[in-house]
C-alpha cells in the first residue's frame, strides 16, 4: 500500500496573481483588438500589434503602434479603455469590488493580495479601503468628464463629444496617455489644446490625483489641511511632489518656451513638467526639445509618481529613500530618517533593488533597440524610460519598430507596470529563505 502523500498544495503567491491578472487581461484584450470588429476598416489586425495596444493599455502606458482614433472603431476603443481602467485600479482591486458585490466572503489570502497591489500599510479593514478607492475613482473620472466636455462637444457633436470627454479623463486619471485627437493629426495627443485652460487644467489636476497614491487620498480625507497628522508615507510624497513640479515647470518656462505668448508659456511649462509622472499626454512636440529638455523629461518619467497610485516609475518614494540614505552615509549616521522616523534597513535595500532593476531594464532596452533598429540612442532611451516607467511619451519611433524591438518594449511595459520586485518575489517565492549568516569582510566602495 503507498502512502500518501505529504506535500502540500501548491498555492499561488500574492505577487503571482498579479503576475497572472495582468498577462490573462492582456491576451484577452489583444484577442479582442484582432477582431475585424474592432479596427475601422472592418479587417483583422495582426497579433503583434494588438498585443502591443492592449499591453499599453492594461499596463497604462501610452506606447501605440497606430493611432487610436484613426485605427479602432467604437467597440475597439471601449475595449481599449477597460484595459486601461483594469490597469489603473489593478486587476485585484476590481476583483475585490465584484467579489464585495456579489456578497461573497473575502478570504484571508485575497485581502493579502490586495494589500501588497495597492502598497496598504496594514491588512485590516483593506476592503473598505478597497470601496474607498473605487468610490474615488469613479467621482474623478466622471467629474472630469463632465468638466472638459462642453469642449469636445462643440467640437465633436454631442454623443462623440461626450464619448472623447470620458476617454480622455479616464485616460489620464489612470495615467495611460491613450488619446482620440487624431482627427486633428495621427499621434497628435493633446497638443490642439495647448491653449486652452479648461482641458490642459482638468487634465493635469486628474494626472496629480490619480499619481498620488490611495494612501495619500486617504490621509488628505481624514485628516484635511493638517498636514502634521499625515503618515511619514504622505507627507513624503506631497513634499517630492511640489518639488517635482515647480523645478521642472521653472526650467522649462524659462529655456523651453521663451518664445510663447505668456498664457501659453505658463500652461504647456506646468503640463510638461506633470504629464512624464506618467501621463503620456503631451501639448507639445518633444522633436522640438533641446538635448536638456529631454534628459530632464526621461528623468521625470524614469521617478514616476507614488506608490499605490495609477501611475508607474520607479516611485517618489524610491527616489526620496535614495536620497535620505545618501544623506545618512555623508553624515555618518546609522540609519537613514524622514520626519523624525528611521526608515528600516529592508525599505533602504528595496528602494536600491527597484532603482536598479529600472536602470538595467530602461538601458538594456534603449541598447538593444538602437542596435536592432540602427536608431540614435537619444530616441531609444526616451522610448524606454516611456516603457519602463509606463508613461506613453515618444518622440515617434514607436510605430516604426520591427516585431523584435516592439516585444522588447512590451516585456518592459508589462515589468514596468507589475514592478520588477512583484516579478523576482513571484520567481522565487516558493524557495526556501536561507537564515544563516556568512562571515562579514569588508569592501571598499566609492
Request: hydrophobic residues 50%; aromatic residues 10%; neutral net charge.
Amino acid at each position: 500500500m503507498e502512502r500518501g502523500s505529504n506535500k502540500k498544495p501548491h498555492k499561488i503567491s500574492g505577487a503571482q496573481t498579479i503576475l497572472l491578472g495582468f498577462i490573462t487581461i492582456i491576451l484577452i484584450g489583444a484577442l479582442l483588438l484582432m477582431l475585424p470588429i474592432s479596427s475601422k476598416d472592418g479587417n483583422w489586425t495582426n497579433f503583434i500589434d494588438a498585443f502591443f495596444t492592449a499591453t499599453s493599455a492594461s499596463c497604462v502606458t501610452g506606447l501605440i503602434v497606430r493611432d487610436t482614433q484613426a485605427t479602432w472603431s467604437i467597440f475597439g476603443q471601449v475595449v481599449i479603455l477597460i484595459l486601461i481602467q483594469i490597469g489603473g485600479m489593478g486587476v485585484v482591486t476590481l476583483t475585490v469590488m465584484l467579489t464585495s458585490l456579489t456578497g461573497k466572503q473575502i478570504g484571508l489570502s485575497t485581502r493579502s493580495t490586495m494589500q501588497e497591489a495597492v502598497s496598504a500599510p496594514n491588512l485590516g479593514g483593506i476592503v473598505k479601503y478597497t470601496g474607498f478607492i473605487v468610490k474615488g475613482v469613479i467621482l474623478f473620472e466622471l467629474a472630469g468628464a463632465a468638466l472638459m466636455a462642453p469642449v469636445f462637444i462643440q467640437e465633436y457633436g454631442f454623443f462623440p463629444g461626450l464619448w472623447r470627454a470620458l476617454f480622455s479623463s479616464i485616460s489620464a486619471f489612470c495615467n495611460a496617455g491613450f488619446d482620440l485627437n487624431g482627427a486633428h493629426g495621427d499621434y497628435s495627443s493633446m497638443m490642439p489644446y495647448y491653449d486652452n485652460p479648461l482641458i490642459v487644467i482638468t487634465l493635469f489636476i486628474l494626472i496629480l490625483t490619480g499619481g498620488l497614491g490611495f494612501l495619500t487620498w486617504r490621509d488628505i480625507k481624514d485628516h484635511g489641511y493638517h498636514i502634521t497628522h499625515y503618515s511619514t508615507q504622505s507627507k513624503m510624497i506631497l513634499v517630492c511632489e511640489v518639488i517635482l513640479i515647480l523645478i521642472p515647470a521653472v526650467l522649462l518656462f524659462i529655456f523651453e518656451y521663451g518664445d510663447m505668448p505668456m498664457k501659453e508659456r505658463i500652461l504647456s511649462s506646468m503640463f510638461q513638467a506633470i504629464t512624464p509622472r506618467t501621463a503620456g499626454f503631451n501639448t507639445t512636440d518633444y522633436n522640438t526639445f533641446s538635448d536638456a529638455g529631454i534628459c530632464m523629461t526621461i528623468i521625470l518619467m524614469l521617478i514616476g509618481g507614488a506608490p499605490g497610485s495609477t501611475a508607474g516609475g520607479m516611485k517618489i518614494t524610491t527616489v526620496a529613500i535614495l536620497y535620505l540614505a545618501m544623506i545618512s552615509v555623508f553624515r555618518r549616521e546609522k540609519a537613514p530618517s524622514c520626519y523624525k522616523r528611521r526608515i528600516p534597513l529592508e525599505t533602504v535595500e528595496s528602494a536600491v533593488a527597484v532603482f536598479s532593476l529600472d536602470m538595467i531594464l530602461f538601458i538594456a532596452g534603449s541598447v538593444l533597440i538602437s542596435m536592432i533598429e540602427n536608431i540614435p540612442m537619444r530616441s531609444t532611451l526616451f522610448e524606454c524610460a516611456s516603457a519602463v516607467a509606463t508613461v506613453g511619451l515618444s518622440l515617434g519611433i514607436t510605430p516604426t519598430l520591427g516585431i523584435a524591438s516592439k516585444i522588447i518594449l512590451c516585456i518592459i511595459m508589462y515589468t514596468g507596470r507589475v514592478g520588477g520586485l512583484t516579478l523576482v518575489f513571484a520567481a522565487v517565492a516558493r524557495r526556501k529563505v536561507y537564515a544563516g549568516q556568512y562571515p562579514e569582510d569588508h569592501i571598499a566602495v566609492g
